[in-house]
């Protein structure tokens, strides 16, 4: 079993609810979800305020909660009450009109989020459907709108366990080749598991396999996989949060370290015959080197440029520093965009300030979040980091160059460059 961000059902009733990410691991609690973007005095929670929120985020899981949320407005204003239909400002009457307020209901949609592209492109896969159904049956227009969404739900959980299968044959395919023996660990940063797709993950479902497939007692290699490295994740600490839950929830052994950590202990770990600080070396876990840094992605253009959650650039950096290290950037094929040349021309999501001078936190009751005594909610509570009124800058995601990556997996095969330097995706 894995953890579930997105409960989507068709019948009896149509509903949506997402795992209300900002809450986790304290507590996990599902909101659901009525609309596409907000309408005042009308809607309660939308696809819009659940993604631009960061109730839901990963970009598999924000394509799919999009989509979902598309079919959600639809099922209300067709099977509800001749009012549902006025108030979202649709016109049942006339087939044209009604699909043209629908186009623009998704493109408000599109805009929560501008760098992941999946939900971008899962959007215009709908609006295709929406503009090449000659019909004007809009129950026909709702079904195929159904059917697309939740076969996208089912391909996505696939792609993930093929991302898996395609990294987990890349890996060992380096070490077989360089005659690698014994254990090594993984670098990852975000959060790129369950919560951030349909289930299993891109980046962590290949962490996942490793476990499964190529820890100590299950390789039949000479070769083992024994640890991972989860960066925190400033400013929203989706590695702290998110990936070390998964990771203890599957059990894969793991160390939490914050995002300016990774050169300190690749140096520690990687430089074998002279460690920079032995006393650092012998409190950690493992003493198995770092091979691979394994990160997702939320758009891969044309070239191979990947943008993926800020401080992944800098792991690249460290990686070409290190021969041995490969850097891997995982992710379904919804995640490539191929209207776009290079990473020069990806826009970068910019969050606001309080992102980064506030955190959201679990109040202790000795080593356990302490509880409301009526609700049983756990007590949340914002604190702020820093001074008022200072300046900040918070670009949500950055981008790596097609140089730094040696390898890019997709649930169809894993790619490496070719002798000139070029990724043929
Ligand atoms: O801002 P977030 O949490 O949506 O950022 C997520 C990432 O950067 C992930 O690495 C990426 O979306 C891939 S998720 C499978």
Same mark, same amino acid.
């Given at each position: 079993?894995?953890?579930?961000?997105?409960?989507?059902?068709?019948?009896?009733?149509?509903?949506?609810?997402?795992?209300?990410?900002?809450?986790?691991? &304290?507590?996990? =609690?599902?909101?659901?979800? !009525?609309?596409?973007?907000?309408?005042?005095?009308?809607?309660?929670?939308?696809?819009?305020?659940?993604?631009?929120?960061?109730?839901?985020?990963?970009?598999?899981?924000?394509?799919?909660?999009?989509?979902?949320?598309?079919?959600?407005?639809?099922?209300?204003? /067709?099977?509800?009450?001749?009012?549902?239909?006025?108030?979202?400002?649709?016109?049942?009457?006339?087939?044209?009109?009604?699909?043209?307020?629908?186009?623009?209901?998704?493109?408000?949609?599109?805009?929560?989020?501008?760098?992941?592209?999946?939900?971008?492109?899962?959007?215009?896969?709908?609006?295709?459907?929406?503009?090449?159904? *000659?019909?004007?049956? /809009?129950?026909?227009? &709702?079904?195929?709108? /159904?059917? @697309?969404?939740?076969?996208?739900?089912?391909?996505?959980?696939?792609?993930?366990?093929?991302?898996? *299968?395609?990294?987990?044959?890349?890996?060992?395919?380096? /070490?077989?080749?360089?005659?690698?023996?014994?254990?090594?660990?993984?670098?990852?940063?975000?959060?790129?598991? %369950?919560?951030?797709?349909?289930?299993?993950?891109?980046?962590?479902?290949?962490?996942?396999?490793?476990?499964?497939?190529?820890?100590? #007692?299950?390789?039949? !290699?000479?070769?083992?996989?024994?640890?991972?490295?989860?960066?925190?994740?400033?400013?929203?600490?989706?590695?702290?949060?998110?990936?070390?839950?998964?990771?203890?929830?599957? =059990?894969?052994? +793991?160390?939490?370290?914050?995002?300016?950590?990774?050169?300190?202990?690749?140096?520690?770990?990687?430089?074998?015959?002279?460690?920079?600080?032995?006393?650092?070396?012998?409190?950690?876990? %493992?003493?198995?080197?770092?091979?691979?840094?394994?990160?997702?992605?939320?758009?891969?253009?044309?070239?191979? #440029?990947?943008?993926?959650?800020?401080?992944?650039?800098?792991?690249?950096?460290? %990686?070409?520093?290190?021969?041995?290290?490969? @850097?891997?950037?995982?992710?379904?094929?919804?995640?490539? #965009?191929?209207?776009? =040349?290079?990473?020069?021309?990806?826009?970068?999501?910019?969050?606001?300030?309080?992102?980064?001078?506030?955190?959201?936190?679990?109040?202790?009751?000795?080593?356990?979040?302490?509880?409301?005594?009526?609700?049983? #909610?756990?007590?949340?509570?914002?604190?702020?980091?820093?001074?008022?009124?200072?300046?900040?800058?918070?670009?949500? +995601?950055?981008?790596?160059?097609?140089?730094?990556?040696?390898?890019?997996?997709?649930?169809?095969?894993?790619?490496?460059? !070719?002798?000139?330097?070029? +990724?043929?995706?």
């Amino acid at each position: 079993m894995s953890l579930q961000a997105i409960k989507f059902s068709a019948t009896p009733e149509v509903s949506l609810s997402i795992l209300n990410q900002l809450q986790v691991p &304290y507590q996990s =609690k599902y909101i659901a979800i !009525d609309s596409i973007a907000p309408l005042p005095g009308v809607t309660k929670f939308s696809g819009y305020e659940a993604i631009k929120g960061m109730y839901t985020r990963g970009a598999p899981a924000i394509m799919l909660v999009g989509c979902f949320s598309i079919v959600v407005e639809l099922n209300r204003v /067709l099977h509800s009450d001749i009012g549902s239909a006025q108030q979202y400002k649709y016109n049942l009457n006339d087939a044209e009109s009604f699909k043209r307020r629908l186009l623009e209901r998704i493109d408000e949609l599109i805009k929560s989020r501008p760098t992941a592209v999946n939900l971008a492109n899962g959007c215009e896969e709908i609006k295709k459907i929406v503009v090449s159904e *000659k019909n004007s049956d /809009l129950e026909l227009l &709702y079904n195929r709108i /159904l059917q @697309f969404s939740e076969n996208l739900y089912k391909e996505d959980y696939q792609s993930n366990i093929n991302i898996g *299968k395609n990294g987990l044959q890349y890996i060992k395919d380096v /070490l077989k080749k360089e005659n690698f023996k014994g254990p090594f660990s993984v670098m990852t940063i975000c959060n790129t598991g %369950s919560l951030a797709t349909s289930g299993y993950g891109t980046a962590l479902g290949i962490i996942r396999h490793l476990h499964q497939y190529l820890s100590k #007692d299950k390789s039949t !290699d000479q070769f083992y996989f024994e640890h991972a490295y989860p960066c925190e994740t400033r400013p929203y600490n989706q590695g702290s949060r998110l990936t070390a839950y998964e990771l203890q929830y599957e =059990k894969i052994p +793991f160390t939490l370290i914050t995002d300016n950590m990774p050169s300190f202990l690749i140096d520690n770990l990687n430089r074998k015959e002279q460690h920079t600080n032995q006393g650092a070396l012998a409190s950690l876990a %493992s003493n198995a080197p770092i091979r691979f840094i394994i990160v997702g992605s939320d758009r891969i253009v044309k070239n191979g #440029d990947l943008a993926n959650k800020i401080g992944t650039f800098q792991l690249s950096l460290l %990686s070409k520093l290190y021969d041995e290290i490969k @850097f891997i950037g995982a992710a379904p094929t919804t995640t490539i #965009d191929y209207n776009t =040349k290079s990473g020069e021309d990806i826009k970068i999501e910019e969050r606001p300030k309080d992102e980064l001078t506030m955190v959201l936190g679990a109040k202790m009751n000795g080593n356990s979040f302490a509880e409301d005594k009526e609700s049983k #909610d756990v007590v949340l509570e914002r604190v702020r980091m820093a001074p008022l009124d200072i300046g900040v800058w918070n670009p949500s +995601f950055d981008v790596t160059p097609h140089q730094n990556i040696d390898c890019i997996v997709t649930e169809k095969e894993y790619l490496v460059k !070719d002798s000139s330097g070029v +990724f043929h995706l």
